[in-house]
């Protein structure tokens, strides 16, 4: 995740299920929102959603699912990243499916 090494990001975890995703990192509480994918225009676009409540920035960003391996760029302004650099990206993740 931006830029740090796998041992930084190490323990970080997504959860998707139904139309929510939780992030848990090693430190701070989980972070659940709604998302909303588009995958028919390119880049394929995904909008987060906060829980009722929550005061934190609306992300948006792209997103690219190749087998195992999901790549997020997001942006935490009003404008939509456009490529997967850190140029226009907040956050970058790569973020690999867990064997069960």
Sequence with gaps: ???KSDEEAKGTKAVFADDKVTFTRKEGKPMTWTYELDPTIRPKTIDLI???????????????LESDT?????GFSMER???F?????NE????KREKL
């Design 1 to 3: 995740m931006n830029g």
């Design 50 to 64: 906060a829980e009722k409540g929550d005061t934190i920035l609306q992300p948006v960003g792209i997103y690219e």
């Design 70 to 74: 999901l790549k997020l760029c997001m």
């Design 81 to 83: 990243p456009t490529a």
């Design 85 to 89: 650099t850190d140029k226009g990206c």
């Design 92 to 95: 970058v993740s790569t973020l």
